[in-house]
């Protein structure tokens, strides 16, 4: 006998209402518009096989191959579409597992939680008004139909489960594939590529370097993962920023390779954050724009990575940010690496005539080149160049005064630090008239401490530059 040949008893209903949308099993009710249907094979399902109220009892659960369909009636009762349906299903000998009719289904909201997961969208919207439900059986075949109605319309959800033996054999296994020999080694990097990348860490296998640049000395702030009670990290040393590309590898894989490197290095973590811990997808893309050395990671934040480490090195200590996003098949990381090291301040010599213009231009002139022992007075050896320059200076102009002035950054006491700008100023002037042949009365010693700065107390960078010597230019 044909599959469906039992349900020609079902059409009953005109069979001018039937259309190749239609399961083969049931026709629509007539004038019924199809809103929605849908077939997939071998699905589990869960039909309802008690009142919407009904305490602890289980759906009824099946796997097979699902029809799943929604109609819309215009001007008819939900209870003439239900006595229809139900005489049908009757003439054809299919078993009634469960069925209940209007208030016996349920309160109203408890309803319609009942009847959603039976439609195609997942909702029945408002169509639970005067309901009407049907769980029925015929071999291997469930039917369940919900009929609700709202104002002078009707739905019908009809859902259709065929159970059907396990189909295991759609999919083949080649054995051999596993004593294959790897062929999926990744590709060597060339020592032109390791020529491009930082001496401290190497690109990943296959990824391509769209920019960098290298900056001596540079100052850069570390940015903290969105929610972080952590403050930015303003930092100053060299500076090396990488922007790599590397295709069809994940955010993952790349974080787990750079995190074992940096690790074995014996680089401490100081932040991370991990995907959706990064934030939404505007935090995400902002925090690796800050990093990246193009200021923009374009589309490069899906399911990101962001990290800083720190370790000591030689010269001072080395931080290492990374950021890696996904696009696509594609990620990207954003690399900087900033390396500490010790103010090389003595790479522009000091002379007579650069001192003695910058007194005619501005009245002072700034002087880095004198260095003390650390909150202290004791003028360092390495000093002795820009105390010559000094003395020449004054040599060359043997009517030129001058204040000689100590400046401290703004760490520590303000007493403390006035104390020590004036102790470094008048061990200045002992030191041209004792060592250098500078008569005394040409020179006039004060310190002012943190009072006047040459930029922010805030970094390494302006405190450096606050902590020095000013010539200021004293009139006869």
């Not at 103010?343 to 002379?351: C, K, M, P, S, T």
């Not at 007194?359 to 002087?367: C, D, S």
């Not at 520590?412 to 030191?431: D, F, I, P, T, W």
């Not at 530059?465 to 010539?471: A, G, K, M, Q, W």
Request: one cysteine or more.
């Amino acid at each position: 006998m044909p599959r469906y040949l039992t349900l020609a008893l079902i059409a009953s209903l005109a069979a001018t209402g039937a259309s190749a949308d239609d399961h083969p099993l049931l026709s629509r009710f007539p004038g019924a518009q199809l809103k929605g249907h849908e077939s997939i094979a071998y699905e589990h399902v869960a039909l309802p096989q008690a009142a919407a109220d009904a305490p602890d009892t289980e759906p009824l659960v099946l796997v097979g191959d699902l029809s799943r369909h929604t109609y819309e009636i215009g001007n008819v009762s939900t209870l003439k579409v239900w006595e229809n349906y139900q005489a049908a299903l009757q003439r054809a000998g299919f078993e009634i597992l469960f069925q209940c009719e209007r208030e016996a289904c349920g309160p109203g909201r408890d309803v319609k939680r009942m009847a959603d997961p039976l439609a195609v969208s997942g909702n029945v919207y408002n169509f639970y008004r005067n309901p009407y439900y049907l769980l029925t059986r015929q071999d291997n075949i469930h039917l369940a139909l919900f009929i609700g109605g709202h104002n002078d319309r009707v739905s019908v959800q009809q859902v259709i489960v065929e159970t059907v033996a396990r189909d295991t054999d759609l999919i083949s296994l080649d054995s051999d594939y596993l004593n294959q020999a790897d062929d999926s080694a990744l590709p060597e990097i060339s020592a032109e590529q390791r020529a491009e990348d930082h001496p401290l860490l190497s690109r990943y296998p296959g990824a391509r370097v769209r920019n960098r640049e290298r900056r001596d000395y540079e100052q850069f702030i570390l940015p903290v993962p969105p929610g972080s009670a952590a403050e930015p990290l303003p930092l100053v040393g060299d500076l090396t920023r990488h922007f790599y590309e590397v295709r069809n590898v994940s955010t993952l894989k790349l974080w787990d390779n750079y995190q074992a490197a940096l690790e074995s290095g014996g680089f401490e973590l100081l932040w991370q954050c991990q995907r959706d811990a990064c934030g939404n997808q505007r935090e995400r893309k902002a925090l690796g724009d800050r990093l990246s050395l193009e200021g923009n990671v374009y589309n490069y934040h899906s399911a990101p990575y962001y990290a800083v480490y720190q370790r000591d090195g030689s010269q001072g200590p080395v931080h290492v940010a990374l950021y890696i996003g996904g696009h696509a098949d594609r990620a990207a990381i954003q690399q900087v690496v900033i390396e500490g090291r010790g103010r090389a301040d003595d790479l522009i010599q000091v002379n007579a005539e650069g001192l003695y213009r910058d007194l005619q231009e501005a009245g002072k002139a700034l002087i880095y080149g004198i260095h003390f022992d650390t909150d202290s007075a004791a003028i360092k050896p390495e000093s002795a160049p820009t105390l010559q320059a000094i003395a020449e200076l004054l040599g060359q102009h043997p009517a030129l005064r001058l204040y000689v002035v100590g400046h401290t950054d703004d760490t520590g006491s303000e007493q403390h630090n006035l104390r020590l700008s004036s102790a470094r100023a008048e061990a200045v002037v002992k030191a041209l008239s004792s060592d250098y042949a500078v008569a005394a009365n040409r020179l006039q010693s004060a310190g002012v401490g943190p009072y006047a700065p040459a930029a922010g107390n805030l970094d390494e960078a302006g405190r450096q530059r606050n902590r020095r010597v000013e010539l200021v230019q004293r009139l006869p």
